[in-house]
C-alpha cells in the first residue's frame, strides 16, 4: 500500500506559486539509509531521489483531479480558499512486515483522479470520506508516483511544535534531536528558504 495522503488563463496567469522545480529531480540518483529493522515491521528505510517508476506529468486545462480530506476543517478551508496546501508526510511505500521505505524528498500536495477510492490510495477504507474535485493550471509541476497517485512537490507544512524544535536545533548548532531525527531538522533546513506551497484550483465538485 502507497501512503500518500484534493479555467481560464486569467485565473490561472498567477496562481502556481512556490512549487519545487521538477526538471533534473526524476533522473537524481536514489539512496538509501537503513534506519531500524524488527521483526514485526521489516526494515524502515529513508530514501533520497525518486522512484524508478515516476515520471513527470503535464495536466490539461479541464482534467479533473480530486483530493481526499478527512478533516471537516481542512475541507472548509479548501472550498473558502479554492487552494491546496502541503501536508506534512513523504510518500511512503508500505510492505507491511517487510519495509516501509520514506520518500523524504517527495513531499508537498498529494492527489489522486475520480475513480480511485481512498484505501487505493494509502488512506482508510471510508467510502464516505469528504473529497473535492478540481482542475489546475496546464503549467502546474506535477509528478505522477504511481497509478493514482500524483504529487505537486513542494516544502511540506510542519505543525508549530516541530518548527519551534527545529529552532532550538538551529540555536544548538545541531546539537542533540529534540525528540526528531537530526534528518529531519537537515531537511527542513534545506528548505528553508522556500515559500510555503499554495496551489490555487477552480473546484468542479465536492463530496
Known amino acids: 500500500m502507497r501512503i500518500a495522503i484534493a479555467l481560464s488563463l486569467v485565473f490561472f496567469s498567477n496562481s502556481v506559486r512556490a512549487q519545487e522545480d521538477c526538471s533534473g529531480l526524476l533522473s537524481g540518483p536514489l539512496e538509501w539509509r537503513l534506519l531500524y529493522s524488527s521483526a514485526s515491521r521489516g526494515d524502515v528505510i529513508e530514501v533520497r531521489g525518486f522512484p524508478r517508476s515516476a515520471i513527470r506529468y503535464q495536466p490539461g486545462r479541464d482534467e479533473v483531479f480530486r483530493y481526499y480530506v478527512s478533516n471537516p476543517d481542512v475541507h472548509s478551508a479548501i472550498l473558502e480558499q479554492s487552494a491546496l496546501r502541503a501536508g506534512v508526510l513523504p510518500y511512503v511505500v508500505n510492505e507491511p512486515g ?20 481512498p484505501h487505493q490510495v494509502g488512506l482508510d477504507a471510508n467510502p464516505e470520506m469528504n473529497s473535492i474535485d478540481f482542475t489546475v493550471s496546464p503549467e502546474t509541476q506535477m509528478i505522477r508516483l504511481e497509478a493514482g497517485i500524483f504529487l505537486i512537490p513542494g516544502k511540506p507544512a510542519y505543525p508549530a511544535w516541530v518548527r519551534e524544535a527545529y529552532q532550538r536545533w538551529k540555536q544548538d548548532a545541531g546539537v542533540g534531536n529534540n525528540g526528531l531525527p537530526d534528518a529531519v531538522f537537515r531537511r527542513m533546513q534545506e528548505r528553508e528558504s522556500l515559500p510555503d506551497l499554495l496551489i490555487p484550483i477552480k473546484i468542479t465538485g465536492q463530496r
Do not use: A, H, R
Not at 519495509?99 to 477510492?117: A, M, Q
Open 98 to 117: 517487510l519495509k516501509k521505505e520514506y520518500y523524504i524528498d517527495l513531499t508537498g500536495v498529494f492527489l489522486t483522479k475520480p475513480g480511485f477510492e
